[in-house]
């Protein structure tokens, strides 16, 4: 059931998965064990992926229910 508005809002969801990625390697390197900035790049990649994927899926079901 996606919408107009649904590729904005999975913009805004994929913007705050990566703020909440950032929070955490901020969050992770006032600790002992800090992320480096190899890790922090992966898991950034990781969320765009995530969020490409999804897309790719609901486009792919739009053009099956038309």
Same mark, same amino acid.
């Given at each position: 059931?996606?919408?107009?508005?649904?590729?904005?809002?999975?913009?805004?969801?994929?913007?705050?998965?990566?703020?909440?990625?950032?929070?955490?390697?901020?969050?992770?390197?006032?600790?002992?064990?800090?992320?480096?900035?190899?890790?922090? #790049?992966?898991? #950034?990649?990781?969320? &765009?992926? &995530?969020?490409? +994927?999804?897309?790719?899926?609901?486009?792919? &079901?739009? +053009?099956?229910?038309?």
């Amino acid at each position: 059931m996606a919408t107009a508005l649904e590729p904005r809002r999975l913009e805004d969801l994929e913007q705050d998965a990566i703020a909440r990625v950032e929070a955490e390697f901020a969050r992770r390197a006032k600790g002992a064990k800090p992320w480096t900035t190899t890790e922090m #790049v992966e898991r #950034v990649e990781r969320v &765009h992926a &995530h969020y490409n +994927q999804r897309r790719t899926w609901l486009r792919l &079901h739009d +053009q099956e229910a038309a």
